[in-house]
Nanobody, 121 residues
């Protein structure tokens, strides 16, 4: 019923920039938190950034000052502007949303399929 679709990944040189987008669709009542996680080969999934409905943000230490998360609540869309990319940023980036559906009382977590970001040196 809910779908999160990421876009904007790709191949970029070290020092370059990418902007990821994630649009949530379906019978959504509200989205409390949207965020981005990433998983590199052989590594555990880690939180990159999140943003609440009120605009509060949190970032992983490794991306502070380089990445900016934002959201458009009217469009149920979250963005991740990634600047000064490093090879260590190479990973599959997953969009995540904690949301409430229409006609359902509880909070639910949804994940996108992921988009590959590759940073070459």
């Amino acid at each position: 019923q809910v779908q999160l679709v990421e876009s904007g990944g790709g191949l970029v040189q070290s020092g370059g920039s990418l902007r990821l987008s994630c649009a949530a669709s379906g019978s959504i009542f509200s989205i409390s938190v949207m965020g981005w996680h990433r998983q590199a080969p052989g590594k555990e999934r880690e939180l990159v950034a999140l943003i609440t409905s009120g605009g509060s943000t949190n970032y992983a230490d490794s991306v502070k000052g380089r990445f900016t998360i934002s959201r458009d609540n009217a469009k149920n869309t979250v963005y991740l502007q990634m600047n000064s990319l490093k090879p260590g940023d190479t990973a599959v980036y997953y969009c995540n949303a904690a949301l409430r559906l229409r006609y359902y009382s509880g909070d639910l977590d949804y994940w996108g399929q992921g988009t590959q970001v590759t940073v070459s040196s």
